[in-house]
């Protein structure tokens, strides 16, 4: 089944255009797509796994533990000679019940709150963004406090995941090593920072958060403080 992520899981009536849908639009998509408490779902792109790790960030975020990244995605699946159709499956909807994990998500008044009281903080976004060299958003630069880890230097060339060891000593660099509770991550529109949490999380550490709106949203509001 296909999920759009910019028009299907995200709110149409935020200001900023990547915050995730509202708990009954959701709810309805994913009832509409066969999932309930009990479908285990697969997730996959064919863009280095970073949309596939926004739909297993958000249903995680709406309580649904079942679910799973494809690793490597649609790439490695074609080079492997994997079977694949055309065809679309006949889906039974069901009745998907939003349990909203707040912990998951963060928003900009959080993240604010959370510099001031030495949050760490991760910036999975490009070297040149982090630097002030390149933006998405009008302001250049990063938030106060935040370190760089681009989310390229979590993945090898085919776009799988680094090993658990190699993610662990990345990690470490960030000084995160056992626990990630505390730990928020922001990107451009919280895509990319969906997966930083993926890649901790396997990893073997727990905890952590997705600021939603990202640097697209602190970037643009003057009001925050930013570095470069």
Not at 72 to 85: S, V, Y
Request: hydrophobic share 40%; with cysteine; charged share 25%.
């Amino acid at each position: 089944m296909f999920v759009d992520w910019v028009l299907d899981i995200t709110d149409p009536d935020s200001p900023n255009a990547g915050h995730i849908a509202k708990p009954e639009p959701f709810a309805k998509l994913m009832g509409s797509l066969g999932i309930d408490e009990h479908t285990l779902v697969v997730a996959y792109d064919d863009f280095g796994g970073i949309f596939s790790a926004r739909l297993w960030w958000a249903l995680t975020y709406y309580g649904h533990e079942r679910v799973v990244v494809l690793d490597g995605g649609w790439h490695k699946w074609i080079a492997e000679n994997r079977p694949i159709t055309a065809d679309l499956p006949i889906i039974t909807p069901k009745i998907f019940t939003p349990k909203i994990n707040s912990a998951l998500r963060l928003t900009i008044d959080q993240v604010q709150a959370g510099i001031e009281a030495d949050m760490p903080l991760i910036d999975v976004r490009t070297r040149d963004e982090f630097m002030g060299r390149a933006s998405r958003s009008k302001r250049f630069g990063h938030i106060p406090t935040a370190k760089n880890l681009p989310r390229n230097d979590l993945i090898r060339a085919d776009n799988t995941m680094l090993s658990v060891p190699e993610l662990r000593l990345k990690f470490a660099d960030m000084g995160i090593t056992a626990d990630g509770d505390g730990v928020a991550f922001y990107c451009n529109g919280g895509v990319s920072a969906s997966y930083g949490l993926l890649a901790m999380r396997v990893a073997g550490i727990n905890g952590g958060a997705v600021f939603d709106g990202s640097w697209k949203e602190w970037g643009n509001d003057e009001t925050k403080p930013i570095e470069s």
